[in-house]
């Protein structure tokens, strides 16, 4: 089931003095909390007064937000945005929607996508089964993905197995 909410950052620090604060983003890059007129700190509705990108960070000023005091208080909150808000280009998926999902290679399964670390060349996805997997996610490894589906298929060769020597 798609969740109503996706995790889109955390805030890492108040900015400034005028209750603005620092969001570290979870998505591909800061460009993405930019457009949003609304966020969610635990469920709250938030309105976002102004956003702008911050080398890789986002500063936002939220309503209600006027003091430094204020905007250190909400360090360590997860910052949300309404699904129905977010838009993602052509191809592109929301880790949330893959987590969780069973990974198959060869027709068999061989566990279920745990984790999505991002690396600098490209994510890498984390299965977790009977034997532990770190597989590139990239089209060598990862069929397109097919999300009404509800699996991932991938292709594996030696030395994906975290425990294969």
Not at 4 to 26: C, D, F, M, N
Not at 36 to 48: A, I, M, N, Q
Not at 65 to 83: N, Q, Y
Request: hydrophobic share 45%.
């Amino acid at each position: 089931m798609k969740q109503t909410y996706l995790e889109a950052g955390q805030i890492v620090s108040a900015h400034g003095v005028r209750g603005e604060v620092k969001v570290l983003p979870w998505a591909d890059g800061p460009d993405f909390l930019l457009d949003f007129e609304t966020v969610y700190l635990d469920g709250e509705p938030r309105r976002v007064e102004l956003a702008r990108a911050h080398k890789t960070c986002v500063i936002l000023k939220l309503a209600g937000v006027d003091t430094v005091e204020a905007a250190a208080a909400l360090r360590g909150r997860t910052v949300s945005v309404l699904r129905s808000d977010a838009r993602l280009g052509p191809g592109r998926v929301f880790v949330a929607d893959l987590l969780g999902l069973p990974v198959f290679a060869d027709g068999r399964q061989i566990g279920t996508l745990a984790e999505v670390v991002n690396m600098p060349a490209n994510d890498v996805y984390v299965v977790r089964g009977e034997h532990e997997y770190l597989i590139p996610a990239v089209p060598e490894f990862v069929e397109p993905l097919d999300l009404e589906q509800g699996r991932i298929c991938v292709r594996l060769l030696e030395g994906m197995r975290s425990d294969e020597v």
